[in-house]
């Protein structure tokens, strides 16, 4: 185990650029947030990234389904034999992204353990290296690991609908991260609008009631409209954005695409900083229990 963290972090050392690490969530399940995590992984691809898509719903994923791909390797089989990293359970996707798999069998759920999390950490300082963006997307359902590491991730996605179960779940998770780290970055997607004015007026209230009451200045991303095209893609296993790269959805999920985009362009991060941060912060909260 210590040769092999040497040897990862020799590879780190040497590496000019560090991967920026995005957490996608929602308060509850069925907004459609894997979609738009494979989506917007697919988006920042065409734009000359490499991304890695990490499908967290361990046991219950469906981001390899979304992407027309299997699943016979997942964070299940990772979890489940200990001389695996990460590197080994990467399927490299023909729409250009690279995703590891949550599994799809209620009966692969497993919890982690130190080992598990010692090749995790060590496996995710290599990735970082080897790509510009790496998307964790986030089951309904979190653990106290999954929580763990999205609490270390750079920027947080928080996708609602206009369903008003939806908007108090998200603000219930935005309240409940904000407490644990005040300094944490989010940004407010609403997916399924009935249409774009409506979408606004939703994550403007969650905007409003984020600074009222957390006192948190929270980024609106963007609106996704409903879309016919969607539930194409879906039963297709193609992304929207390659169904029917004009419409209204796949329009609003580039333009909110480019806005993340100009807004990381006015940060000025240094690499080293935030890769120390990143991995302090996730080890921290790994083994402070």
Avoid at 28 to 38: E, I, Y
Avoid at 85 to 94: A, P, V
Wanted: aromatic residues 8%; charged residues 20%.
């Amino acid at each position: 185990m210590k040769d092999q963290a040497e040897t990862l972090r020799l590879k780190l050392s040497e590496s000019k650029s560090i991967a920026k690490t995005i957490g996608i969530v929602s308060g509850k399940g069925g907004v459609g947030k894997s979609n738009v995590s494979v989506n917007f992984s697919l988006s920042l691809s065409q734009k000359g990234n490499k991304v890695l898509l990490f499908d967290l719903d361990i046991g219950m994923g469906n981001v390899h389904l979304l992407l027309g791909g299997q699943a016979k390797k997942s964070m299940a089989t990772f979890m489940n034999d200990h001389d695996k990293n990460l590197n080994d359970i990467i399927y490299h996707s023909k729409y250009g992204i690279s995703y590891i798999s949550g599994g799809s069998g209620l009966n692969e759920m497993t919890e982690w353990n130190k080992a598990h999390i010692e090749v995790f950490l060590c496996s995710m300082q290599q990735l970082q290296a080897r790509y510009d963006f790496i998307i964790f997307d986030m089951g309904a359902g979190a653990s106290i690991n999954t929580l763990n590491l999205l609490m270390s991730v750079d920027d947080l996605f928080i996708v609602t609908t206009p369903e008003t179960t939806s908007m108090t779940d998200a603000y219930s998770m935005i309240k409940f991260m904000h407490l644990k780290d005040p300094q944490k970055n989010y940004f407010l997607i609403c997916n399924r609008a009935f249409n774009i004015k409506e979408g606004n007026e939703i994550v403007h209230r969650l905007q409003t009631v984020g600074k009222k009451f957390l006192n948190k200045d929270l980024t609106i991303l963007g609106v996704l409209p409903e879309d016919s095209s969607v539930r194409k893609a879906v039963n297709s296993q193609i992304p929207f954005l390659l169904i029917n790269p004009r419409s209204k959805v796949s329009t609003a999920l580039q333009n909110l695409t480019n806005r993340y985009l100009l807004h990381q362009d006015g940060i000025n991060v240094d690499v080293s900083l935030k890769e120390s941060r990143f991995f302090e912060e996730i080890r921290k909260l790994f083994f402070m229990r």
